[in-house]
């Protein structure tokens, strides 16, 4: 032990690292995080890229790509910017997928893991309230969701995360079903600790490996359903979206396609990004292909 | 034993839907006192330690019996009070070192977090009270392990982790259910001896459960043996290893190889207890009748008492109690 040289101690500083670099190993995810980071940064700033509104009338309408070069990627039906668009649709995407994400998956942790810990009669309520929700068709549940609501983009994220929640929850009161009997927790409780610090200190860090993995998915699905809903038209009318770009210019999907192939090649890139870090994530963390821990 | 004793569990019973692994078992602890409860595998000892703890599984349940530490009955404190008497006053190390500690919490923020329970202290205080106490298990180097992670250590620092959060607060009565089963012959002696070290210098009472003789000759004062779910016999470590009465503890005594007994085990056979702990389930009487040479027909009506024999000494067998000298009762003192 006393030979461990300094190399050593920094790797086996934690465990974590080791998942980092063999995440940043895998070259589809070096590049799948290069370009949600570049959609981030594109979504961060367009203030500054298209100050004006992009639902704007600003052109003559149908411009094709590089017809006019004042507008890259040409205008639509209305004569709006469709770079402009592009770029502002990009926030819409990102904040309802992320936000819809983090609330989706508290509800999932917070429930999965009082019906993993406790079991029991609260295990059995409450996997009754998933299997609620998992029989409804989701997306359908969303649109109605949605409709009730006013479609604003605070409902519509309230929505998806609550047609999500159950995937977490399933998944995290697996994880807690098995981790409750290991040795650890028993030694936990040996030393007094309460049900919330064994639940969330002891337990709930060993079962973050597949929520993480789970939640880049549930962002990536939750922008497709974002989109869907806005092609839809129940989208936020006053914010444009990817999907309502798709939605508003599908009646002309024959003389101008480019104004549905842009947007929806925007969110293929951007969920497909986020299934592939899902996957490479799913490799770096996971120990049985890491070896360790 | 003539003080209050630290551990009273008298009459414990803990039953399962398939049967009932523990049955009127009791036994007392005195305060810095090393207490050794022996027993085969399945005889029920760790169920015991969990008892006092009310860590039981589930599926168990206490059907009679009382634990009273210091004199407060332990099975009827609120669930709140009981936590406050884990890990503060009644502590316990488990068998596992490798499977008992968090393996994605570093060791220094596990023993840390103890103090910050019970203790109260500050990040950074139960940070450095840590890597004292790691410094007090004798861990090499505390200031670099407190970082590491458990899969970092071997089996042996990992019980002195376990042993370091289990003192953290210097409980009054320290479990050690089989501490060294799982580690090297050479490691065992050193776990050992921190134990006693750690007992003599915090006033602890030590409970060590195990099933290995040798460990009871060097460390225990007192020696409870354990046959499937009842005492069996009850002496001072000295008096039961060099006098057994019980017919278990023969045997048990019988098949522990011997150092100086022969040079080789192809040289002698090593004895040992015809038949299993299994044949006791369903036993109307003493649980031992099965293996037992001197089994009579008044063995199997009723489960024979734990009955004062000698000063200090208890037996759970009337045939052997029979040929032994009777004994005043009043000089017995219990």
Redesign the interface.
């Given at each position: 032990?006393?030979t461990?040289t300094t190399t050593e101690?920094i790797a086996?500083?934690?465990?974590s690292w080791r998942a980092v670099r063999a995440f940043f190993r895998n070259p589809a995810a070096v590049l799948a995080t290069a370009f949600l980071v570049f959609v981030t940064i594109v979504a961060l700033t367009a203030p500054l890229i298209y100050p004006e509104d992009p639902l704007s009338m600003v052109a003559r309408p149908f411009l094709w790509p590089g017809q006019n070069p004042k507008f890259l990627l040409g205008s639509d039906s209305l004569g709006r910017d469709v770079a402009a668009g592009l770029v502002w649709g990009s926030r819409i995407s990102l904040v309802i997928g992320i936000a819809a994400m983090a609330l989706g998956v508290t509800i999932g942790i917070v429930v999965g893991a009082t019906a993993g810990y406790f079991?029991?009669r609260i295990d059995d309520a409450l996997v009754r309230l998933v299997e609620i929700f998992q029989t409804t068709p989701s997306f359908l549940m969303l649109v109605v969701l949605v409709a009730i609501a006013e479609p604003r983009v605070e409902s519509i994220t309230v929505g998806i995360a609550l047609v999500t929640w159950p995937t977490i929850a399933r998944l995290v009161r697996a994880e807690f079903r098995s981790l409750r009997e290991?040795?650890?927790v028993?030694?936990?409780?040996?030393?007094?600790?309460?049900h919330l610090?064994i639940i969330f200190?002891?337990i709930l860090?060993?079962a973050?490996p597949p929520i993480i993995v789970t939640s880049s998915v549930i962002v990536a699905s939750a922008i497709l359903m974002e989109s869907a809903l806005s092609f839809m038209g129940l989208g936020d009318p006053n914010r444009i979206s990817w999907g309502s770009m798709i939605g508003a210019s599908r009646e002309t999907l024959r003389t101008a396609w480019y104004l549905t192939a842009i947007p929806g090649i925007a969110i293929v890139l951007t969920v497909l990004a986020l299934n592939m870090i899902g996957d490479a994530l799913n490799d770096a963390l996971n120990p049985r292909l890491s070896g360790?821990? | 034993m003539s003080k209050a004793p630290l551990l009273d569990v008298s009459g414990l019973t803990i039953a399962f839907p398939g049967g009932t692994p523990v049955a009127d078992f009791g036994f007392r602890v005195a305060a810095g006192e090393t207490v050794a409860v022996v027993g085969e595998s399945g005889s029920g000892k760790s169920l015991t330690a969990l008892a006092i703890?009310r860590?039981l599984p589930?599926t168990a349940r206490i059907a009679t019996g009382t634990v009273r530490f210091q004199g407060r009955d332990l099975f009827a404190l609120p669930e709140?009070e009981m936590?406050?008497?884990?890990?503060?006053e009644i502590?316990?190390i488990?068998q596992?070192p490798m499977?008992?500690?968090?393996?994605?919490?570093t060791v220094g923020k596990q023993i840390a977090?103890?103090l910050r329970?019970?203790e109260g202290l500050s990040a950074e205080s139960a940070r450095k009270r840590a890597i004292e106490l790691l410094d007090l298990v004798r861990v090499?180097?505390p200031h670099?392990r407190v970082?590491?992670?458990p899969?970092?250590l071997s089996g042996g620092m990992r019980q002195r982790v376990?042993i370091a959060?289990?003192v953290a607060c210097t409980p009054k009565l320290l479990i050690a259910d089989e501490p060294t089963t799982a580690l090297d012959v050479t490691i065992q002696a050193q776990v050992l001896d921190l134990l006693e070290s750690l007992r003599r210098d915090l006033g602890m009472a030590l409970m060590l459960i195990t099933h290995d003789l040798g460990i009871v000759g060097q460390w225990a004062d007192r020696v409870v043996v354990m046959y499937a779910g009842r005492g069996a016999e009850e002496a001072e470590a000295a008096a039961l290893l060099g006098d057994p009465l019980h017919p278990y503890t023969r045997g048990l005594l019988a098949a522990s190889p011997r150092l100086d007994a022969s040079l080789h085990y192809t040289a002698g056979t090593l004895r040992e207890i015809p038949g299993s702990i299994s044949s006791a389930i369903g036993e109307p009487g003493c649980p031992f009748v099965p293996r037992c040479p001197l089994a009579q027909p008044s063995c199997r009506t009723a489960p024979p008492p734990l009955m004062p024999v000698r000063p200090g000494r208890l037996l759970a067998c009337p045939p052997v109690a029979a040929t032994l000298e009777p004994i005043d009762a009043a000089a017995v003192g219990r």
């Amino acid at each position: 032990m006393t030979t461990t040289t300094t190399t050593e101690v920094i790797a086996s500083s934690s465990g974590s690292w080791r998942a980092v670099r063999a995440f940043f190993r895998n070259p589809a995810a070096v590049l799948a995080t290069a370009f949600l980071v570049f959609v981030t940064i594109v979504a961060l700033t367009a203030p500054l890229i298209y100050p004006e509104d992009p639902l704007s009338m600003v052109a003559r309408p149908f411009l094709w790509p590089g017809q006019n070069p004042k507008f890259l990627l040409g205008s639509d039906s209305l004569g709006r910017d469709v770079a402009a668009g592009l770029v502002w649709g990009s926030r819409i995407s990102l904040v309802i997928g992320i936000a819809a994400m983090a609330l989706g998956v508290t509800i999932g942790i917070v429930v999965g893991a009082t019906a993993g810990y406790f079991g029991g009669r609260i295990d059995d309520a409450l996997v009754r309230l998933v299997e609620i929700f998992q029989t409804t068709p989701s997306f359908l549940m969303l649109v109605v969701l949605v409709a009730i609501a006013e479609p604003r983009v605070e409902s519509i994220t309230v929505g998806i995360a609550l047609v999500t929640w159950p995937t977490i929850a399933r998944l995290v009161r697996a994880e807690f079903r098995s981790l409750r009997e290991k040795d650890f927790v028993t030694a936990a409780r040996g030393l007094g600790y309460g049900h919330l610090r064994i639940i969330f200190i002891e337990i709930l860090p060993n079962a973050l490996p597949p929520i993480i993995v789970t939640s880049s998915v549930i962002v990536a699905s939750a922008i497709l359903m974002e989109s869907a809903l806005s092609f839809m038209g129940l989208g936020d009318p006053n914010r444009i979206s990817w999907g309502s770009m798709i939605g508003a210019s599908r009646e002309t999907l024959r003389t101008a396609w480019y104004l549905t192939a842009i947007p929806g090649i925007a969110i293929v890139l951007t969920v497909l990004a986020l299934n592939m870090i899902g996957d490479a994530l799913n490799d770096a963390l996971n120990p049985r292909l890491s070896g360790e821990r | 034993m003539s003080k209050a004793p630290l551990l009273d569990v008298s009459g414990l019973t803990i039953a399962f839907p398939g049967g009932t692994p523990v049955a009127d078992f009791g036994f007392r602890v005195a305060a810095g006192e090393t207490v050794a409860v022996v027993g085969e595998s399945g005889s029920g000892k760790s169920l015991t330690a969990l008892a006092i703890m009310r860590l039981l599984p589930r599926t168990a349940r206490i059907a009679t019996g009382t634990v009273r530490f210091q004199g407060r009955d332990l099975f009827a404190l609120p669930e709140p009070e009981m936590r406050k008497v884990r890990g503060r006053e009644i502590a316990m190390i488990f068998q596992e070192p490798m499977t008992s500690l968090n393996p994605v919490l570093t060791v220094g923020k596990q023993i840390a977090e103890v103090l910050r329970l019970h203790e109260g202290l500050s990040a950074e205080s139960a940070r450095k009270r840590a890597i004292e106490l790691l410094d007090l298990v004798r861990v090499a180097d505390p200031h670099r392990r407190v970082d590491d992670f458990p899969h970092r250590l071997s089996g042996g620092m990992r019980q002195r982790v376990m042993i370091a959060m289990a003192v953290a607060c210097t409980p009054k009565l320290l479990i050690a259910d089989e501490p060294t089963t799982a580690l090297d012959v050479t490691i065992q002696a050193q776990v050992l001896d921190l134990l006693e070290s750690l007992r003599r210098d915090l006033g602890m009472a030590l409970m060590l459960i195990t099933h290995d003789l040798g460990i009871v000759g060097q460390w225990a004062d007192r020696v409870v043996v354990m046959y499937a779910g009842r005492g069996a016999e009850e002496a001072e470590a000295a008096a039961l290893l060099g006098d057994p009465l019980h017919p278990y503890t023969r045997g048990l005594l019988a098949a522990s190889p011997r150092l100086d007994a022969s040079l080789h085990y192809t040289a002698g056979t090593l004895r040992e207890i015809p038949g299993s702990i299994s044949s006791a389930i369903g036993e109307p009487g003493c649980p031992f009748v099965p293996r037992c040479p001197l089994a009579q027909p008044s063995c199997r009506t009723a489960p024979p008492p734990l009955m004062p024999v000698r000063p200090g000494r208890l037996l759970a067998c009337p045939p052997v109690a029979a040929t032994l000298e009777p004994i005043d009762a009043a000089a017995v003192g219990r």
